[in-house]
């Protein structure tokens, strides 16, 4: 079986290494960004089998970039799961809303964060 390839969009240096280490753990292998821009490129060019999307990012924030990833044909079946701090029920409609397939807030709930990425690669 190939080890399975996450995108982790998250501009925030000491979040990024934690949650990459993490998933390396997890037996994932990790790619990432720290911008929006960078994410649709490494999206359109490394095609990750899923993308854990900051939302608040510089130069694009990650609404965009899904929308961006929802109209490009080559990869718009690529799952995505928003990471924010914002929960409220009004964040989680407009991550769904903007082409995301899951919604987690931080602090990130690591076990739980890790159903939902087996549960969306399994589908």
């Keep these: ?12 240096d000491m979040n990024r290494d934690m949650l990459s280490r993490r998933l390396r753990r997890a037996g994932f292998e990790v790619l990432w ?7 649709l490129r490494a999206v359109i060019e490394d095609r990750p089998d899923l993308v854990l999307l900051d939302i608040n990012l510089p130069i694009m924030d990650g609404w965009t970039v899904c929308q961006r990833v929802r109209e490009t044909a080559e990869v718009q079946d690529t799952p995505i799961i928003a990471l924010t701090a914002h929960a409220m029920a009004e964040d989680r409609d407009k991550a769904l809303g903007a082409g995301c397939d899951d919604y987690a807030t931080k602090p990130i709930d690591f076990p739980g964060l890790l159903e939902k990425i087996r549960r969306l690669l399994e589908s």
Excluded: S
Aim: net charge negative; glycine share 6%; charged share 25%.
């Design 33 to 39: 960004a720290a911008d929006g821009e960078q994410a």
């Design 1 to 12: 079986m190939t080890t399975q390839r996450l995108l982790l969009v998250e501009d925030n």
